[in-house]
């Protein structure tokens, strides 16, 4: 069974940095892509980064250049990290990490798309003040 499990949320100030990572467990190989996603109240989640099987990384227009996504594909364990930094406080949210099944076909503009994930973390906090 997956499971993701997300840490490294935070408070910080506008111009700060934070890391997130999460922990995929349960996949039989690494053959499968993830990504972040981050949801403000009273929004829609939407999508930040994608770091896919292959090694495709696509971002949000609003994070680029201030977001780093990463991942480490060790023996049995997964681990994919967002690295953010001159936070804003537009950047406040519930940071998700999710994933795919594996061996999924969507083409890169559709990467950020919240259909093609199959399974999601429960969420870490980011919150950015002025």
């Known amino acids: 069974q997956v499971q993701l499990v997300e840490s490294g949320g935070g408070s910080v100030q506008a111009g700060g940095s934070l890391r997130l990572s999460c922990v995929a467990s349960g996949y039989p190989n690494s053959w499968f892509s993830m990504a972040w996603f981050r949801q403000a109240p009273g929004q829609e989640r939407e999508g930040v980064a994608h770091f896919g099987r292959f090694g495709t990384i696509i971002y949000a227009d609003s994070v680029k250049g201030r977001f780093t996504i990463s991942r480490d594909d060790a023996k049995n364990k997964n681990t994919l990290y967002l690295q953010m930094n001159s936070l804003r406080p537009e950047d406040t949210a519930m940071y998700y990490c999710?994933?795919?099944?594996?061996?999924?076909?969507?083409?890169?503009?559709?990467?950020?798309?919240?259909?093609?994930?199959?399974?999601w973390g429960q969420g870490t906090q980011v919150t950015v003040s002025s």
């Open positions: 999710a994933s795919d099944r594996g061996g999924s076909d969507y083409s890169a503009l559709e990467a950020l798309e919240l259909r093609w994930y199959n399974f």
